[in-house]
T-cell receptor, first 113, second 108 residues
Framework: DGGITQSPKYLFRKEGQNVTLSCEQNLNHDAMYWYRQDPGQGLRLIYYSQIVNDFQKGDIAEGYSVSREKKESFPLTVTSAQKNPTAFYLC????????????FGDGTRLSIL | EDKVVQSPLSLVVHEGDTVTLNCSYE??????LLWYKQEKKAPTFLFMLTSSGIEKKSGRLSSILDKKELFSILNITATQTGDSAVYLCVSSGYALNFGKGTSLLVTP
């Protein structure tokens, strides 16, 4: 079945560490997105990519980095510069037109030790 | 600044009740409005609305868009405990804008 796979489901980070969250899709979608969700908040866009080898900052990109070397993959690195990384991270993809529904992965919950 | 405001933020009802969730938006270059249901993990797509006044229906759920008054409602009739979730409203313009969601709890 086609879909989006995020891994791991749960991740713990020590202070000062970088961690990378994986997102893979087999939907042949051009566009991929990373969102952060905090309790009582809507989803906030971190980064998005509309095509391979290209990505753009979203509303809260500071402290994060991404790459898009393959169409299927859009990993997110949470760097030590992100001062409050504890959150639920969702990856999404769509065909690349803003008014089409997005497909979401099951999310990764990141916590700081 | 584009924004999407959902109300209420949370709601508790009994099984069998009917609920109406609200979403108002101010969006530059509006294209569509989408509703998602989020249980514990991935939001799942419910409806996409692009035209005013045309109701979309799926089982006990329905939704309508008013582009003049800039709002949408999501109705759930005969609620069941399985409807308990956060319902997200998303507007599509130059970018996607997410509301904070309405947390619905349906009690037996």
């Amino acid at each position: 079945d086609g879909g989006i796979t995020q891994s791991p489901k749960y991740l713990f980070r020590k202070e000062g560490q970088n961690v990378t969250l994986s997102c893979e899709q087999n939907l042949n979608h051009d566009a991929m997105y990373w969102y952060r969700q905090d309790p009582g908040q809507g989803l906030r866009l971190i980064y998005y990519s509309q095509i391979v080898n290209d990505f753009q900052k979203g509303d809260i990109a500071e402290g994060y980095s991404v790459s898009r070397e393959k169409k299927e993959s859009f990993p997110l690195t949470v760097t030590s510069a992100q001062k409050n990384p504890t959150a639920f991270y969702l990856c999404a993809s769509d065909i690349g037109h803003l008014h089409q529904p997005q497909h979401f992965g099951d999310g990764t919950r990141l916590s700081i030790l | 600044e584009d924004k999407v405001v959902q109300s209420p933020l949370s709601l508790v009802v009994h099984e069998g009740d009917t609920v109406t969730l609200n979403c108002s938006y101010e969006v530059t270059n509006f294209r569509s409005l989408l509703w998602y249901k989020q249980e514990k993990k991935a939001p799942t797509f419910l409806f996409m609305l692009t035209s005013s006044g045309i109701e979309k229906k799926s089982g006990r759920l329905s939704s309508i868009l008013d582009k003049k008054e800039l709002f949408s409602i999501l109705n759930i009739t005969a609620t069941q405990t399985g409807d308990s979730a956060v319902y997200l409203c998303v507007s599509s313009g130059y970018a996607l804008n997410f509301g904070k969601g309405t947390s619905l709890l349906v009690t037996p």
